[in-house]
């Protein structure tokens, strides 16, 4: 092997598998802190699921469209590589459910799908559905125990018709999952908590709403005028962010080689690494694993066994983004920022986003059209996500008419698949989770990040990231002799 051995006497160096946002996140993380950062993407791109695009001119996000604004992690990073005045609350949060052939209003107060008052509810449920969601308070106190499926708790406590009808498309549509698998304690966890000291489900849901409340809007959020909204965007994409990541990194020095897959693991010394890619190895003396699960499994097969037999056991689930552009002097009116979709229907699409409506952004880019897009797939559909991309606008576009009435052909269409996109919390995952980084933690200066851990959001896996490099930047306060470097 011939290692790479340039400017090794420059200070720690970090190696980076996976160019996504977590591991973008991380790189940019130890670069400020004075590290030597290799950042390697096996891909021809970075950014992962995060995408920015365009269709009939229009510019749009193919990916991930929005964050998660409350918790600070992705808005300050977005701030800190320049992005904070392109920072944009969505123009209208009103959406809808398309339940039994008609489009309600989404329900307020509710904590990811799960009531605080059955009034709320009315509209969406038969009136045995509403009554059932009240039932929660002459019900006994549940024992949850370590973790449970939020579908199956909450269809115990209200009902099976609030799972089908708004659990399952809210909570099940982020995940992209099954919510009688998804993890209570790793998908909810303010709510999994609340549940466990208070007697009813609906006591739980107004902890919760009580505690957020009282949370103030998010400073990062709050400094760009925008105030608490839940959600934010970024004025051309939140797709334009890991390319900025990326600017930030390499003015700090960092090194990002694309195309690059990291192949194998070899110990060096004590403490040391190199890592193996096609064409380079690098010597390194700490690594980041931001890469999906399997991926880091394969590469942590001989030096961490249990970790690796535990990271092969998440599950991935695949979907489709089908965006569509028509002219706007085509499209009836349409309310709000688009609906969600029941899987109890038996639909084709989960949801659709009225991008040309939410975000500014795209409206002013292209006035004359109406940008639109769809989403399709859960956890089991593998065949559903495969379509031919003309099947695939073509269900669109019928499960459009019938939920919207618009009936106009588009003037532009593309489709975005994310194969083994999203990962699966299923009962047991956080417990996973800890097994994993506990044997990890055994080897020396390894670290890992990304979707596969905390949460699949984008502020969840900066948070992922900046874990990862801060317990790397933390070893790096001792002295290493045999690396060679001052660590």
């Given at each position: 092997?011939?290692?790479?051995?340039?400017?090794?006497?420059?200070?720690p160096?970090?190696?980076?598998?996976?160019g996504?946002i977590?591991?973008?996140?991380?790189?940019?993380?130890?670069?400020?802190?004075?590290?030597?950062?290799?950042?390697?993407?096996?891909?021809?791109r970075?950014?992962?699921?995060?995408?920015?695009?365009?269709?009939?001119?229009?510019?749009?996000?193919?990916?991930?469209?929005?964050?998660?604004?409350?918790?600070?992690?992705a808005?300050?990073?977005?701030?800190?590589?320049?992005?904070?005045?392109?920072?944009?609350?969505?123009?209208?949060?009103?959406?809808?459910?398309?339940s039994?052939?008609?489009?309600?209003?989404?329900?307020?107060?509710?904590v990811?799908?799960?009531?605080?008052?059955?009034?709320?509810?009315?509209?969406?449920?038969?009136?045995?559905?509403?009554?059932r969601?009240?039932?929660?308070?002459?019900?006994?106190?549940?024992?949850?125990?370590e973790?449970?499926?939020?579908?199956?708790?909450?269809?115990?406590?209200?009902?099976?018709e609030?799972?089908d009808?708004?659990?399952?498309?809210?909570?099940?549509?982020?995940?992209?999952g099954?919510?009688?698998?998804i993890?209570?304690k790793?998908a909810?966890?303010?709510?999994?908590?609340?549940?466990?000291?208070?007697?009813?489900?609906?006591?739980a849901?107004?902890?919760?709403?009580?505690?957020?409340?009282?949370?103030?809007?998010d400073?990062?959020?709050?400094a760009?005028?925008?105030?608490?909204?839940?959600?934010?965007?970024?004025?051309?994409?939140?797709?334009?962010?890991?390319?900025?990541?990326?600017?930030?990194?390499?003015?700090?020095?960092?090194?990002?080689?694309?195309?690059t897959?990291?192949?194998?693991?070899?110990?060096?010394?004590?403490?040391?690494?190199?890592?193996?890619?096609?064409h380079?190895t690098?010597?390194?003396?700490?690594?980041?694993?931001?890469?999906?699960?399997?991926?880091?499994?394969?590469?942590?097969?001989?030096?961490?066994?249990?970790?690796?037999?535990e990271l092969?056991?998440?599950?991935?689930?695949?979907?489709?983004?089908?965006?569509?552009?028509?002219?706007?002097?085509?499209?009836?009116?349409?309310?709000g920022?688009?609906?969600?979709?029941p899987?109890?229907d038996?639909?084709?699409?989960?949801?659709?986003?009225?991008?040309?409506?939410?975000?500014?952004?795209?409206?002013?880019?292209?006035?004359?059209?109406?940008?639109?897009?769809?989403?399709?797939?859960?956890?089991?559909?593998?065949?559903?996500?495969?379509?031919?991309?003309?099947?695939?606008?073509?269900?669109?576009?019928?499960d459009?008419?019938?939920?919207?009435?618009?009936?106009?052909?588009?003037?532009?269409?593309?489709?975005?698949?994310?194969?083994?996109?999203?990962?699966?919390?299923?009962?047991?995952?956080?417990?996973?989770?800890?097994?994993?980084r506990?044997?990890?933690?055994a080897?020396?200066?390894?670290?890992?990040?990304?979707?596969?851990?905390?949460?699949?959001?984008?502020?969840?896996?900066?948070?992922?990231?900046?874990?990862?490099?801060?317990?790397i930047?933390?070893?790096?306060?001792t002295?290493?002799?045999?690396?060679g470097?001052?660590?």
């Amino acid at each position: 092997m011939n290692a790479d051995t340039t400017g090794q006497h420059a200070g720690p160096h970090v190696v980076v598998a996976g160019g996504g946002i977590a591991g973008l996140a991380a790189a940019h993380r130890l670069a400020l802190a004075g590290h030597r950062v290799t950042l390697l993407e096996a891909d021809d791109r970075l950014g992962g699921k995060l995408l920015a695009g365009e269709i009939a001119g229009a510019p749009v996000d193919l990916g991930a469209e929005s964050l998660l604004a409350r918790r600070p992690e992705a808005v300050a990073l977005a701030r800190a590589v320049g992005l904070g005045d392109r920072l944009q609350a969505p123009a209208t949060t009103t959406a809808s459910v398309w339940s039994r052939g008609e489009l309600v209003p989404m329900p307020k107060g509710h904590v990811m799908g799960v009531p605080g008052d059955p009034a709320a509810v009315e509209g969406l449920l038969s009136t045995e559905g509403v009554r059932r969601v009240g039932g929660d308070l002459e019900l006994p106190p549940t024992e949850i125990g370590e973790d449970i499926a939020i579908g199956a708790y909450v269809a115990a406590r209200m009902g099976h018709e609030v799972v089908d009808r708004l659990v399952e498309p809210l909570l099940g549509g982020v995940y992209a999952g099954d919510a009688h698998r998804i993890s209570m304690k790793a998908a909810v966890p303010a709510l999994f908590e609340a549940a466990r000291v208070h007697p009813t489900l609906t006591a739980a849901v107004h902890a919760v709403q009580r505690a957020g409340a009282a949370t103030p809007a998010d400073a990062a959020g709050a400094a760009t005028g925008l105030g608490g909204s839940v959600f934010l965007g970024i004025e051309g994409g939140i797709g334009t962010l890991p390319g900025a990541v990326a600017d930030a990194v390499r003015a700090a020095g960092g090194e990002i080689l694309t195309g690059t897959s990291v192949n194998a693991l070899v110990r060096t010394g004590a403490t040391g690494w190199q890592v193996v890619t096609r064409h380079r190895t690098f010597d390194a003396d700490a690594v980041v694993l931001a890469t999906p699960a399997g991926i880091a499994a394969g590469l942590l097969g001989g030096h961490a066994p249990a970790a690796a037999a535990e990271l092969d056991e998440i599950d991935y689930a695949s979907m489709a983004l089908i965006t569509l552009a028509f002219r706007r002097s085509d499209v009836p009116a349409l309310a709000g920022s688009g609906f969600l979709v029941p899987p109890v229907d038996g639909h084709t699409i989960k949801a659709s986003t009225f991008s040309g409506q939410k975000w500014r952004w795209v409206s002013d880019g292209a006035p004359d059209l109406f940008v639109l897009r769809t989403s399709v797939g859960r956890h089991g559909e593998e065949a559903q996500v495969h379509r031919e991309d003309s099947d695939l606008v073509d269900a669109s576009l019928k499960d459009l008419a019938a939920a919207t009435g618009l009936s106009a052909r588009p003037v532009a269409s593309t489709v975005t698949r994310w194969i083994g996109g999203l990962p699966q919390y299923p009962v047991g995952h956080l417990a996973r989770v800890a097994r994993v980084r506990a044997a990890v933690a055994a080897l020396p200066r390894l670290r890992l990040a990304g979707a596969a851990y905390d949460g699949v959001g984008i502020p969840a896996c900066v948070a992922s990231a900046h874990r990862a490099a801060d317990e790397i930047i933390a070893t790096s306060k001792t002295t290493d002799p045999g690396a060679g470097h001052s660590l």
